[in-house]
């Protein structure tokens, strides 16, 4: 009997340690004398990436080892600041979470795919070994709602503001603590060595599936070589329970390269960042994302990160002001850091709501033009822009925290401007290859109704 895999209680074929992914063979095949088993054919050229990915799925120890190190940091993180409580504990962990920690995070997803899903994040480790050592139940139907990563984002979202985290401890303790603990208890609960909390619960998963779709490197899947594998294949746990035969996007991928060579089809692979938007099939994508597109992240996450400052949000102060509405009640401190901050969470609701609308209105009305099977793959084509520019909303979240270490952010209006540019012309480009490939008049209208939407989203971001 092959011995069992320690870390997923699964039986792993034995297989010959190279670099070069040469033969795999099944331990019950290579003792049988009369053994029709055939070693799977070398790769004619592994890239880098693909070695990359190698590594990833054969030192899953070191990998293990530097999840427990997040785990450790992030408790650290947590913890320091409210045994010894002090103005540098609080500060050094803010900044940690706000000012390094979230803008690498959201970065890197954009650039290399959910790896800070897979290896580093500290909420999956720990969901993921609760529920190897608990109850093991099969996850119920209301955890499968679709709608969850639209209501935990914008609720936590909301939160974030009205207490607002990036200038208060117990503010960030809250809004991470909670989280760090539901996963550990979804985990106790639900799934055997699974992630059920990050595939339905994450306040970020969905947030980081849509940003995944523009990375430029993925767990590609070669369904040639998968069917012509002819070998055993060894198991393998995939957390997200994703269905590897047929996966061909980056959004579910936590990119944890467990899978990585299985069945010598899977690889870790470069692609065009606009592959994945461009070969979307409208009838495959679910309205529960388009809402989470247009409503959660263009609507209520935009407007809390792009208004604050903005001319809107002084005018609706002042309105507020002048009707007598009370600004002095103490609230709890964990609850809302100024009445003002309540107040502001209805307009970033309301007017998130009206922008989410107002972008769903145009896009149908430009795919009707252009006489499009669906208007989802055009919406899709938006992800750039409000991908990056809530980046940028992020980046200046975390300036303000920088600046209490005396980092001056003058610099920060042209940051905002280069990031706008960019990904505006990202997303224009990526409409103009979904509406035009004739130029039929309708369709030039389509375009320009579609670029009305990347105007809207850009003003959003300079009001
Ligand atoms: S498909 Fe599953 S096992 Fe493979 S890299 Fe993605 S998350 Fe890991």
Not at 112 to 124: H, K, N, Q, V
Not at 185 to 198: E, S
Request: charged fraction near 15%; proline fraction near 6%.
């Amino acid at each position: 009997m092959p011995p069992p895999y320690p870390q997923y209680g699964f039986h792993y074929c034995i297989e010959t340690p190279s670099r070069t992914r040469t033969p795999i063979y099944c331990a019950q095949k290579v003792t049988d004398n009369n053994s029709t088993v055939q070693p799977v054919s070398p790769d004619k050229k592994i890239s880098p990436l693909a070695r990359f990915g190698d590594a990833l799925e054969r030192h899953h120890a070191l990998v293990a080892c530097i999840q427990w190190m997040m785990v450790l940091l992030y408790g650290l993180l947590l913890l320091v600041p409210v045994i010894s409580p002090s103005n540098d504990t609080s500060r050094a962990a803010r900044l940690m979470f706000w000012g390094i920690g979230w803008p690498v995070i959201v970065l890197s997803v954009m650039l290399s795919g959910r790896f800070w899903c897979g290896i580093f994040c500290p909420d999956g480790t720990l969901t993921e070994f609760a529920s190897r050592h608990g109850k093991k139940r099969s996850i119920p139907r209301w955890i499968r709602w679709k709608g969850w990563p639209c209501t935990m984002l914008a609720l936590t979202t909301l939160y974030g503001q009205a207490a607002g985290f990036q200038n208060h401890f117990h503010a960030t303790l809250v809004l991470l603590g909670i989280p760090t603990t539901l996963a550990l208890a979804t985990g106790y609960l639900y799934g055997n060595g699974k992630r059920i909390w990050c595939m339905y619960l994450c306040p970020v998963s969905g947030l980081f599936g849509m940003l995944a779709k523009q990375s430029p490197i993925h767990f590609h899947v070669d369904k040639e070589q998968w069917t012509k594998f002819e070998g055993t294949p060894k198991r393998i746990n995939c957390a997200p329970l994703i269905n590897i035969r047929q996966m061909q996007s980056a959004s579910a991928c936590h990119a944890c390269g467990r899978c990585s060579g299985y069945r010598n089809a899977v690889r870790l692979a470069a692609r065009h960042p606009a592959q994945e938007i461009l070969s979307a099939n409208g009838h495959s994508i679910e309205n529960a994302d388009m809402c989470f597109l247009l409503w959660c992240m263009a609507g209520i996450c935009t407007l809390s990160l792009a208004w604050p400052d903005s001319f809107w949000h002084r005018l609706y102060m002042e309105t507020i002001l002048s009707a007598g509405l009370p600004f002095d009640t103490v609230l709890p401190i964990w609850l809302a850091e100024s009445p003002a901050a309540l107040y502001r969470l209805f307009l970033i609701a309301a007017g998130g709501t009206l922008l989410g609308a107002v972008l769903y209105g145009i896009l149908r009305l430009a795919g009707r033009l252009a006489n499009l099977r669906s208007w989802k793959p055009l919406a899709l084509c938006l992800v750039p822009l409000i991908g990056w520019s809530l980046f940028s909303g992020i980046c200046h979240t975390g300036f303000s925290v920088w600046q209490e270490y005396g980092l001056d952010s003058i610099w920060y209006r042209t940051f905002e401007w280069c990031i706008l540019g960019f990904a505006s012309t990202c997303s224009l480009w990526l409409g103009m290859k979904t509406i035009l490939p004739n130029r039929a008049p309708a369709r030039l209208a389509s375009l320009a109704l579609y670029g009305l939407s990347v105007l809207l989203l850009d003003l959003v971001w300079l009001a």
